[in-house]
Nanobody, 113 residues
Framework: QVQFVESGGGLVQPGGSLRLSCEAS????????MAWYRQLPGNQREFVARVGAVSKHYADFVNDRFTISRDNDKNTVFLEMNSLEPEDTGVYYC????????WGQGTQVTVSS
């Protein structure tokens, strides 16, 4: 059974930083492109960033603020988020890309003063 366990979210002030982690089980992520997605309040889940074997791709709203990375040995994907804005508040998930599997619980990110 494929599972993703996201962590690292929390409450941060505008301009602050967070580092999200996502540990996968039931699959070996080395075989997949991996991505972070998010669901903002009242919105559908949307794409944030994707990492392949070497390539990386970001949604336009990222504006060079986030960095996605992966550690295949640890079966873990990371999202370093800087210059956070209140508009980034939401639940963040990781999954395979472009065809996501079952979703984990996500990790809540709240940006507020």
């Amino acid at each position: 059974q494929v599972q993703f366990v996201e962590s690292g979210g929390g409450l941060v002030q505008p301009g602050g930083s967070l580092r999200l982690s996502c540990e996968a089980s039931g699959i070996s992520i080395i075989a997949f492109a991996m991505a972070w997605y998010r669901q903002l309040p009242g919105n559908q889940r949307e794409f944030v960033a994707r990492v392949g074997a070497v390539s990386k791709h970001y949604a336009d709203f990222v504006n060079d603020r986030f960095t996605i990375s992966r550690d295949n040995d640890k079966n873990t994907v990371f999202l370093e988020m800087n210059s956070l804005e209140p508009e980034d508040t939401g639940v963040y998930y990781c999954n395979t890309a472009p065809n996501p599997r079952s979703w984990g619980q996500g990790t809540q990110v709240t940006v507020s003063s």
